[in-house]
Structures are given as C-alpha cells and as structure tokens.
C-alpha cells in the first residue's frame, strides 16, 4: 500500500466552480497534513497545512482532515484558470521531519 | 537572497562525468533535504540532514553523495550517473523544531544524464 494515496487526474472543472481534491495515508500516528501546489516545470509551493480534525479556510482554499478515516481533502472555491497546476498531498510520516507526497492531482479550470 | 536558492538550473552531463548540485537556504531552518521527482511519480526522498548530520538515507545509489558543511548549505555530488537518473532534483529545508511546518523547496536542477 502506498503511504500517500491521490487520484492522479485530470480533474477538469469549469471556472468559477468547486473544486475537490481528495488524499488518503496509511500511517495511522501522522499528525501533520500539507497541501502543495506544483506548476508545470517549477518546484511545490506550499497552500495549506493542517494539524486537527475539521476544516481550516484560508481564502478560496478549505483543507480538511478527518483522521479516524486517514483522509484529506482540499477545496477549492471559486477556481480560476491560474489554480491550473498539480496538487501535492504530504503528510509528515516517521522521525526528522520526513515529509512523505502523493503523486499529485492534476487539475485543469477551463475558461 | 530569499528563500531556498538551488543552482544550477539545468545540468546536461554524460554518464562518465562529475558534476555538483548546489542549495542554499536563507530562512535560518536546521533542516535540509534532497528530493527526486521523475515524471508521473511521487517526491521521492533522498536523503536528510538535521544540523549538518544525516540522519536518513533512503536506499540512494552511491553515484549520488551527498554533503552539508553547514545548516546553509547543501550539495549533491553526482559521479557515473545512469540514464534513468534524468529528473528534477529539488532541495527543501524547514525548522525543525516539530512538525508544525512543512518544507520550503527551491526552484530544483533539471538533470539530463546522456
């Protein structure tokens, strides 16, 4: 079983819509959860963190952790064609910090 | 300088060459990493320093060698790579003070091995 589990797309959603992206992770005793954001061609941008169970927005971003269920999730509102990107879900896994990602969501909002 | 600052940003090498890959962190973090990522597949970990010390390293090759003389900066030595070698390598630090914070990466080293 993969550590960190993501639908590897496309996810096409027209402008203006929600958009859902959706992660699960086998190690049960993770805490830390990370939503990243990777243009074509250039390096993960972090969006969004969480730590406790329920939603934490910011801006058009909502993340979501359920942790009985190993799931994370992240909406997005409102999209635009600028969210058009691969969405990294990481999960801090183990000693030293080490932060272990899906293989990315791609997402397309089209006009 | 800001951020996390790798260079260089593309490296074209053949099989038989040495070639260095360089990252610097200006953000104060104690942390540093190398990551790989070939397409259609996830970061992989490479290996992590925690105060100039490795403390993991994850079943790399030996044509890949890593260095940290200090909390700023990272190398990666490369030595005899192989074709399948060829990705983005991308170095991160954070503050390892818990895990409360996720990863600052730099722009990445596009690497093509001929």
């Known amino acids: 079983q993969k550590e960190v589990e993501q639908n590897s797309g496309p996810l096409s959603v027209p402008e203006g819509a929600i958009a859902s992206l959706n992660c699960t992770y086998s190690?049960?005793?993770?805490?830390?959860f990370f939503w990243y954001r990777q243009y074509s061609g250039k390096s993960p941008e972090l969006i969004m963190s969480?730590?406790?169970?329920g939603d934490k927005e910011d801006g058009r971003f909502t993340a979501q952790l359920n942790k009985a269920s190993q799931y994370v999730s992240l909406l997005i509102r409102d999209s635009q064609p600028s969210d058009s990107a691969t969405y990294l879900c990481a999960v801090f896994s183990g000693g030293y910090n080490k932060l272990i990602f899906g293989a990315g969501t791609r997402l397309a909002v089209h006009p | 300088e800001t951020g996390v600052t790798q260079t260089p940003r593309h490296l074209v090498m053949g099989m038989t060459n040495k070639k260095s890959l360089k990252c610097e962190q200006h953000?104060?973090?104690?942390?540093m990493y190398w990551y790989k990522q070939s397409a259609k597949k996830p970061l992989e970990l490479m290996f992590v320093?925690?105060?100039?010390?490795?403390?993991e390293n994850n079943s790399v090759p030996s044509r890949f060698s890593p260095e940290c003389p200090n909390s700023s900066h990272l190398f990666l030595h490369l030595h005899t790579l192989q074709p399948e070698d060829s990705a983005l390598y991308l170095c991160a630090s954070s503050q390892e003070s818990g895990t409360d914070y996720g990863y600052t990466f730099g722009s990445g080293t596009r690497l093509t091995v001929v």
């Open positions: 320093y925690s105060l100039e010390e490795r403390v």
């Open positions: 953000l104060g973090h104690n942390a």
């Open positions: 969480i730590y406790s169970n």
């Open positions: 190690d049960r005793g993770s805490q830390s």
